[in-house]
């Protein structure tokens, strides 16, 4: 335990991950890069809290070991993005949870996870270390960086300890016989709506939007997701979601999506 917390400095985060991606460019790759030049870089700040960094050192591990399992278990390029992106989504609500406060809310902390604990992760994910995936470029859309985006996806699906929303599009999905994407429509309508910040509002966009017959984006024309999501967007404007109780979000859902098709076929003109 520790009274200080690590942190890095958009400037020298930058400094960094230019130097990681020059090293893709000598080597073709990013495995390999020796991080232990750049050791002297790292900060710490205090806190009021004690942080534990055996506890992160933990976590970072146990990640590590399912990007494995799910490396080896197969499947498309596309779907193996999808579960490391829903496995950091449910691990960064539990880390928030071991740190002090003052960490979890400093961007510093978050560049610092970036670059020397999940770099490997952002790398693998994004295909590329640029600095808007980690802060590089300051303070500024916090929501587009790599790990604070999981961090919201989590965030948003989560209900007490219980994050399984992380997962259901992807497994109904599945279930479906529809393939395994669903990281665009996670990311465009439970993570980024300004909506989706009220407490219980996106884990009930998702049960609605899981409902039977669930809705699923086909391609570029047929969107009932984004139909769903612009709907709520309009009735926001008018009500307070943050005043509503579970039970009401989950209802203003489903009413709102009344008429929305779940198949291409049975579209119809409802906005």
Same mark, same amino acid.
């Given at each position: @335990?520790?009274?200080?917390?690590?942190?890095?400095?958009?400037?020298?985060?930058?400094?960094?991950?230019?130097?990681?991606?020059?090293?893709? +460019?000598?080597?073709?790759?990013?495995?390999?890069? *020796?991080?232990?030049?750049?050791? !002297?870089?790292?900060?710490?700040? #205090?806190?009021?809290?004690?942080? *534990?960094?055996?506890?992160?050192?933990?976590? &970072?591990?146990?990640?590590?070991?399912?990007?494995?399992?799910?490396?080896?278990? +197969?499947? =498309?390029?596309?779907?193996?993005?999808?579960? $490391?992106?829903?496995?950091?989504? %449910?691990?960064?609500?539990? #880390?928030?949870?071991?740190?002090?406060?003052?960490?979890?809310?400093?961007?510093?902390?978050?560049?610092?996870?970036?670059?020397?604990?999940?770099?490997?992760?952002?790398?693998?994910?994004?295909?590329?270390? $640029?600095?808007?995936?980690? +802060?590089?470029?300051?303070?500024?859309?916090?929501?587009?960086?790599?790990?604070?985006?999981?961090?919201?996806?989590g965030l948003h699906c989560a209900d007490?300890?219980?994050? =399984?929303?992380?997962?259901? &599009?992807?497994?109904?999905?599945?279930t479906a016989g529809k393939g395994s994407?669903?990281?665009?429509?996670?990311? =465009?309508?439970v993570v980024r709506p300004n909506w989706?910040?009220?407490?219980?509002?996106? #884990?009930?966009?998702?049960?609605?939007? @899981?409902?039977?017959?669930?809705?699923?984006?086909? !391609?570029?024309?047929?969107?009932?997701? %984004?139909? #769903?999501? &612009?709907?709520?967007?309009?009735?926001?404007?008018?009500?307070?979601?943050?005043?509503?109780?579970?039970?009401?979000?989950?209802?203003?859902?489903? $009413?709102?999506?009344? +008429?929305?098709?779940?198949?291409?076929?049975?579209?119809?003109?409802?906005?």
């Open positions: @335990m520790s009274n200080s917390y690590p942190v890095l400095s958009a400037k020298d985060s930058l400094s960094i991950g230019e130097a990681v991606e020059a090293h893709r +460019g000598r080597t073709g790759n990013y495995a390999g890069f *020796d991080e232990r030049a750049h050791e !002297g870089l790292k900060k710490t700040r #205090l806190c009021r809290e004690p942080f *534990d960094s055996d506890a992160l050192t933990s976590l &970072a591990r146990e990640f590590q070991n399912t990007r494995a399992a799910i490396h080896i278990a +197969g499947g =498309s390029a596309s779907s193996k993005r999808n579960e $490391q992106e829903e496995e950091f989504a %449910q691990l960064a609500v539990r #880390l928030i949870r071991l740190i002090p406060l003052e960490a979890a809310q400093d961007p510093d902390f978050w560049r610092y996870l970036s670059v020397f604990v999940f770099r490997d992760y952002i790398c693998a994910t994004e295909g590329d270390f $640029q600095p808007q995936r980690y +802060g590089g470029n300051g303070n500024k859309n916090l929501v587009r960086w790599t790990l604070i985006r999981g961090l919201v996806w007490g300890d219980d994050v =399984s929303a992380v997962y259901k &599009a992807r497994l109904v999905r599945e994407e669903v990281r665009d429509l996670y990311i =465009s309508h989706a910040k009220a407490n219980g509002a996106g #884990l009930a966009f998702i049960d609605a939007a @899981m409902a039977e017959p669930p809705l699923f984006d086909i !391609g570029s024309e047929f969107r009932p997701w %984004q139909q #769903l999501n &612009a709907r709520v967007g309009r009735i926001a404007k008018n009500v307070y979601l943050p005043s509503l109780s579970r039970d009401e979000l989950e209802l203003l859902m489903l $009413q709102e999506r009344e +008429g929305i098709p779940s198949e291409p076929a049975l579209l119809v003109e409802n906005d």
